[in-house]
């Protein structure tokens, strides 16, 4: 009776084996990937944080502050003079050293700032839709709690990269999916078509690759009128750029397809009179699905990281409008590194971001051929 | 193959000159034009311009003209003497300029690009045979830390370290004592030296891309039919990984390269700008600013030239590499 | 911060001192002190000014007075035989020019500074600069390699004394032949592409214009002869003319008037230049950059040293073997043997360069002041800190065009009542916190402290912050409360204000606290920096709005010598827009100014007219007056000191100084007076 139990799920399960279909099957190898799970589910949690992200900074982008110019992350406290009194902060203090005018911050120990949930502050629109000043946390009126430190304006660090993921997640996202998009579609019509196509494709690539980006960004952000949000002239600086950057794509698809087009499988395909965008799209992409989910994830953290080099170049987004580009390149100072390290935090965001995509990547890379 | 080469080099003079006059449009292109900010400069300096003046300067120079007319007089130097103009800003032949900065640039260029190979070719072989292992997984970490990071933030991060530790930010290619006397057997170490934070800032940002590339390609090709077949023939597994697989994987690695030998010439302009590193990328930079457009013209066209050229030749290795493409090259 | 009142109180003084001097008795060379009696021919002029007379080396210990001594890599090319002895190298013992300074120095050693190329060239330009009379931190001018000079009754007529016997970086020597060269064939011709300079011109009172002439007396005196009266000659040639002779005996083997136009050409190519014009300006011009040109500067470029181009990576300047110079004790000066220049492409490599002490002497900002504190041991500099004389910090100040294109803003950036709501829309404490890091106050654009035209009044005026007043008076200006929250113009339209500057001018923190301010009175407000060169076509077209940066007034301790940020001379600051071209062009270009900004123009005209500097002086306060009425340009932070790092050992560097383009900025330290302890 057991022994008949246990091959019959044994079968059922071969049998629901062969009979899921494709995705289902790819779903389920995507699950076993650990690595990409636990990456998806940071991916996510970063995605979410930017939805929400004027409810859970505790600060907005112009809370500029005097009295905590570049001040250090504040210490969250339970036990004042050995009493718990839940979570606190102590006032902050700015001295300067008599002698060497430096700024030093010290706690005020005479003050003392509950931090609280859901508490009023700053008014925002949650979604771009709903007016409330609800935010996640924040202290008590007449203290600052900083998580992540404050910036050279006094502001919360931490809410700006809250709020900087908001560009930061989704911008670039765009930006590279259009330029893999055109590249696969490109670089395939060349490499599966061949001949004169083939060429004019070709040459057209070489011409685009030798355009010189910068004069391009400095006439788009020339001519751009001023009254259009910079979030808004960088969403379509990208636009224009992905426009022209997927020709490193398009040549590596058209190699592949020139070495593929002549396999046994396609060209029984195209005897059987398969139409040409099946073929590419459900024969031949598939079969180097592992380098485009390679390059797409690579592409991800090239768009940011060329996001942070337009504003080195004073192209891309200004403040008060933040994105990671903006606070890394704010970070870059000798200043910065030495003295106020804490604003290298935004860095690990980046990190973290690029490591996810990548190992969703790989999970991806694995679901794709699910039979193996 | 042949006859495929000798095409495909009839088509390199029109896609040139194609080229060049995209390039040409394109530098314009931002408001103003070296007048404006030789102007610009001159009244800082308590010049006074009347209209007529900058219409005179503009006569000068040349400037006064529509682009096309500048361009087709440039392109007729060029092809006539072999002269590529003056470049305005440093008043000095556009050649001239270039040339005391090639070959450093293409020393610097070609070390950092071997370092690049040499490091994620190993790298990305070892990562894709020992797939989710602790060294796989270490270098995917460092691979992507390189590549997350910009580069400008890198590079200052690492020259203050090396400052801290060492006193020395090691800023540039050459310290002071190379800048007095040149480059000699001597002071060579202190020339490599002076590499490490530009390997490992450009490096580590090219590296990633390839190790990736390399592993995701080699993870493809090993399941494939033809590697089973292979091995039940009792084919080496030395010969199925390096003869077969490794070939197929490097194919997009090798397209890539016409952009490679193009960064030769001016890449990484912003981590050349940080690190103080004396070659074309930031003169490019300067030259397309103040609108230098003979100066960035040439050497934008000479990228071109080098990007054409890179394709050739990727072609070529590419049709060396995968027999298939030969083929399909022979038929069409 | 003591330091730079005490400076800017020296101005003061120095003004008042400088202005009456003007009248016709000029200031003597303090420095070079006057042993001998002027010669007859001088004592006889009809007003006698006191002249930098002709110096012997006085020398305490010893007596001696033609007892030279060199720096010891020129000895041993003279023990070589391959340089003339010093004595011979030095113009005549009595002529020679004596430097004073606190501390007599000692040869050796190199000074290391960071520079961004050619760009740079006029940091090392000002540093090694040798005009014919040079500034004194009191501001008045000295006789540097004029050895003094006379000036007749009305001040028409000025004549001016070399140095017997000096020479050229060459060897060959330095006459009245090379001013007269400088001034009739590259100066009047435009040989290096500039106009002649407002130095060399005068007008009448009946207001034609007309240019000196240069005389020729004998070999080492020359004369120069105006039209009209010229008080400020030497002062505007210490500012405007700087040097005034060039090297006849080399132009003439290049310049195409001397050698013809196809040799000139084929010399141009050879020197590696287009053709013989850009040859010109190139040598003519920024000439120290130009190896083998010889100079009078301390440090000069040799044809054959290595490193001797400037726009290599690494800059060599060395050492003037005919330098001109002595201390008190006969050294020949300069004492550093060498200014070196290392090429940097970002701000962030100097900051490095000068914590791992590579770096002698910069200015830096105060930004970095911490980690420049943090390691201060390791870098082992100091800090000097030098006045400065700016009415407000570059990027706290507000331009608003007076002639902006659109009607309606053109009324509203001309009411007074629209600028003072912009001005108390900002709260000046918060604001110079944050962007000065605490470091300067908040302030009114405004004359520094002890400066002419100075008053507490002006300096705090529409300084309190007052956003509902702000309020009141946008409504008094016309302006109507939208939908929107946002102020519009009464006919419904939006109105915008938008702000300019240029990308390198750190103006994005201001700008952003501006808009912050602006938008919680209501005004919308839009901040946009493009490149400085198509900022300067904004201005030159009169395109430009609200303009942050790029000049102060008053970049000058003077604004009788100086006026062009103060009074719309020509197209330069942003709030006179086009003032500037209407006056330039004589009224062919342009916009007409109005009210008191035409009464500013006229009050120029006035002062450009006077001929007695008291009356210079009171009209220059007039215009002050109307600049305190009307506050064409918001300031809202003081402009901070100079900060300086300097090497710790570097003995003879000025503790207090002002740093301006007068004082050739970190020229006035006299680098060839400077030596390592």
């Known amino acids: 009776m057991v022994l008949q139990n246990v091959m019959d799920r044994n079968k059922r399960k071969e049998e629901e084996y062969y009979l899921a279909s494709q995705w289902t099957l790819m779903r389920r190898k995507f699950k076993k990937h650990k690595l990409a799970m636990a990456s998806l589910w940071v991916l996510g949690f970063l995605y979410f944080v930017a939805l929400f992200g004027n409810f859970i900074a505790p600060y907005n982008l112009v809370a500029y502050n005097s009295k905590i110019v570049n001040a250090p992350p504040t210490k969250i406290h339970m036990f004042h003079e050995g009493k718990y009194i839940g979570p606190f902060v102590y006032g902050i203090k700015m001295e300067r050293d008599p002698v060497s005018k430096r700024k030093m911050y010290i706690e005020n120990k005479d003050e003392i700032y509950k931090i609280k949930w859901f508490t009023h502050g700053s008014e ?158 459900k024969h031949m992409v598939p079969g180097f699905m592992s380098y485009l989910i390679v390059s797409l994830t690579l592409g991800i953290p090239g768009m940011i990281i060329g996001e942070t080099s337009m504003s080195f170049l004073g192209l891309g987004i200004r403040s008060p409008a933040t994105s990671w580009g903006v606070l890394l390149q704010e970070a870059q100072e000798i200043t910065s590194i030495a003295m106020h390290p804490w604003k290298l935090i935004p860095l690990f965001a980046v990190i973290i971001t690029v490591l996810a995509f990548n190992f969703i990547g790989d999970g991806l890379r694995d679901a794709a051929d699910p039979y193996k | 193959m042949r006859d495929y080469i000798l095409k495909r080099i009839l088509m390199f003079i029109p896609t040139v000159l194609l080229m060049s006059v995209i390039v040409f449009f394109i530098i314009q292109l931002p408001p103003g034009d070296y007048i404006t900010s030789y102007v610009s400069r001159m009244s800082a300096e308590g010049e006074v311009f009347t209209s007529e003046d900058i219409a005179r300067l503009r006569e000068q120079y040349g400037l006064d003209k529509p682009w096309y007319i500048q361009y087709f007089k440039w392109m007729k130097n060029i092809i006539t003497e072999g002269d590529f103009g003056y470049s305005f800003a440093y008043n000095r032949p556009v050649w001239t300029v270039i040339m005391s900065r090639l070959p450093l640039t293409v020393t610097v260029t070609l070390i950092i690009m071997i370092f690049t190979y040499l490091v994620s070719l190993p790298i990305g072989l070892y990562s894709a045979l020992h797939q989710y292992s602790v060294g796989d997984f270490i270098f995917t970490g460092i691979g992507f830390l390189g590549l997350a990071t910009p580069n400008f933030l890198l590079a200052i991060i690492l020259m203050f370290a090396s400052f801290k530790l060492t006193g020395d930010p090691l800023i540039g290619l050459f310290s002071e004592e190379i800048l007095r006397e040149g480059l000699k057997l001597s002071n060579l170490g202190s020339f490599l030296k002076h590499l490490i934070i530009p390997i490992v800032v450009i490096g580590t940002s090219n590296t990633c891309g390839v190790i990736r590339t390399i592993r995701a390609q080699m993870l493809d090709e090993i399941t494939r039919q033809y590697v089973l077949t292979a091995r039940a023939k009792g084919v080496s597994e030395n010969t199925i990984i390096y003869k077969y697989c490794l070939r197929a994987a490097l194919n997009p690695v090798v397209s890539g390269l016409a952009g490679s030998l193009s960064s030769l010439f001016s890449g990484s302009t912003i981590s050349a700008i940080v690190m103080n590193m004396a070659i074309l990328g930031p003169v490019l930079y300067e030259a397309l600013k103040t609108q230098d457009m003979y100066l960035a013209g040439t050497i934008l066209l000479t990228q071109g030239i080098l990007v054409v050229i890179g394709t050739l030749l990727s072609d070529i290795v590419l049709a060396w590499l995968d027999p298939r493409i030969r083929y399909a090259e022979r038929s069409s | 911060m003591k330091s730079r009142v005490i400076a800017l109180l020296m101005i003061a003084v120095m003004l008042v001192g400088m202005l009456t001097g003007c009248a016709g008795t000029a200031g003597t060379g303090s420095q070079t002190q006057p042993t001998k009696a002027p010669e007859p021919t001088k004592a006889s002029q009809p007003t006698e000014a006191v002249k930098a007379t002709p110096t012997t080396i006085p020398d305490s210990k010893t007596g001696s007075t033609s007892k030279f001594t060199e720096a010891p890599d020129l000895k041993a090319l003279v023990d070589a035989g391959k340089l003339p002895s010093v004595e011979k190298r030095l113009p005549d013992p009595g002529d020679i020019m004596v430097e004073y300074m606190d501390s007599v120095g000692k040869y050796g050693e190199a000074f290391t500074f960071t520079y961004s190329g050619k760009n740079a060239q006029w940091f090392y330009g000002k540093i090694t600069e040798e005009p014919l009379f040079r500034f004194k931190t009191d501001g008045t001018i000295e006789p540097n390699v004029a050895k003094g000079f006379d000036v007749n009754e009305d001040a028409t007529v000025y004549t001016v004394y070399l140095r017997k016997g000096m020479k050229w970086s060459d060897g060959m020597p330095f006459t009245a032949d090379d001013v007269l060269f400088f001034y009739y064939e590259m100066c009047i011709p435009e040989t290096f592409g500039k106009s002649l300079w407002d130095c060399f011109k005068v007008k009448d009172a009946q207001g034609n214009e007309s240019i000196a002439e240069f005389e020729k007396v004998d070999d080492y005196t020359f004369k120069v002869k105006f039209q009209a009266p010229k008080p400020t000659f030497l002062e505007e040639l210490a500012i405007n003319g700087k040097w005034c002779f060039a090297p006849a005996h080399w132009y003439k083997q290049i310049l195409p008037k001397f050698i013809g136009e196809e040799e000139a050409n084929k010399k141009a190519k050879e020197m590696g230049y287009s053709d013989a014009v850009a040859m010109g300006k190139e040598t003519g011009y920024y000439y120290w950059n130009v190896p083998g040109r010889p100079t009078l500067r301390p440090w000069v470029v040799f044809e054959n040293s290595p490193n001797n181009d400037c726009d290599g990576d690494y800059f060599v300047m060395e050492r003037n073997p005919y330098y001109w110079k002595v201390d008190e004790k006969g050294q020949q000066l300069p004492y550093i043997d060498e200014l070196r220049f290392i090429k940097v492409s970002d701000p962030q490599q100097t900051l490095l360069k000068i914590l791992d002490g590579t770096v002698d002497v910069a200015a830096v900002a105060y930004a970095d002041y911490d980690v420049l504190v943090e390691n201060m041991e390791r870098g082992g500099y100091e800090f000097v800190e030098w006045a400065s004389v700016s009415w407000a910090d570059l990027v706290s100040q507000l331009h608003l065009n007076q002639t902006v294109k659109d009607e309606k803003k053109r009324a509203l950036f001309q009411n007074p009542d629209f600028r003072q709501a912009l001005s108390i829309a900002v709260d000046r404490e918060e604001y110079a916190e944050i962007i000065s890091d605490g470091f300067a106050q908040g302030r009114q654009a405004a004359p520094a402290k002890g400066a002419m035209g100075y008053s507490e009044e002006w300096a705090n005026k529409w300084t309190e912050y007052n956003p509902e007043k702000a309020k009141q008076l946008l409504e008094s200006c016309g302006l109507v409360m939208g939908a929107d929250g946002y102020y519009d113009f009464a006919d419904g339209t939006d109105f915008v204000l938008n702000i300019q500057t240029f990308t390198d001018a750190n103006a994005d923190d201001s700008a952003e606290l501006l808009m912050k301010y602006f938008g919680e009175v209501g005004i919308k407000t839009t901040y946009k920096p493009v490149d400085r060169s198509v900022l300067d076509n904004m201005t030159t077209s009169n395109d430009h709005e609200a303009v942050l940066a790029p000049v102060t007034p008053a970049t000058t301790f003077s604004i009788i010598l100086r006026p062009d940020t103060v009074v719309p001379v020509r197209n330069y600051a942003p709030w006179y827009g086009a003032v500037g071209n209407w006056v330039a062009s004589n009224g062919k270009e342009g916009v007409e100014p109005t009210g008191d900004l035409k009464k500013l123009c006229e009050l120029y005209d006035q002062l450009r007219a006077a001929v007695n500097a008291k009356e210079k002086e009171k009209i220059a306060l007039e215009m002050l007056k109307l600049h305190e009425k009307n506050i064409w340009v918001i300031g809202y932070m003081e402009a901070l000191p100079t900060l300086i790092v300097k090497d710790k050992k570097i003995k003879n560097f000025p503790e207090n100084s002002i740093f301006c383009d007068e004082f050739r900025d970190f020229g006035i330290a006299h680098f060839q007076c400077l030596y390592y302890e």
């Open chain 1, 124 to 281: 925002y629109k949650l979604f771009g839709l709903i007016k409330t000043d609800i935010h996640l946390f924040g202290v008590e009126q007449g203290g600052v709690v900083l998580l992540m430190g404050a910036d050279s304006m006094g502001r919360d660090l931490f809410s700006r990269m809250i709020l900087g993921s908001q560009v930061s997640l989704t911008v670039p996202f765009a930006g590279a999916i259009i330029s893999f998009v055109l590249g696969i579609i490109i670089g395939g019509i060349a490499g599966y078509f061949g001949g004169a196509i083939d060429s004019v494709i070709s040459r057209i690539i070489e011409v685009l690759s030798a355009l010189p980006t910068i004069p391009l960004w400095m006439a788009l952000s020339a001519s751009i009128p001023p009254d259009i949000p910079v979030v808004r002239v960088y969403l379509y600086i990208t636009i224009i750029v992905s426009f022209i950057s997927w020709t490193g794509l398009a040549r590596i698809v058209r190699g592949k397809f020139i070495s593929m087009r002549k396999e046994d499988y396609i060209m029984a395909a195209r005897i059987a009179g398969v139409s040409t965008w099946k073929i590419i799209i």
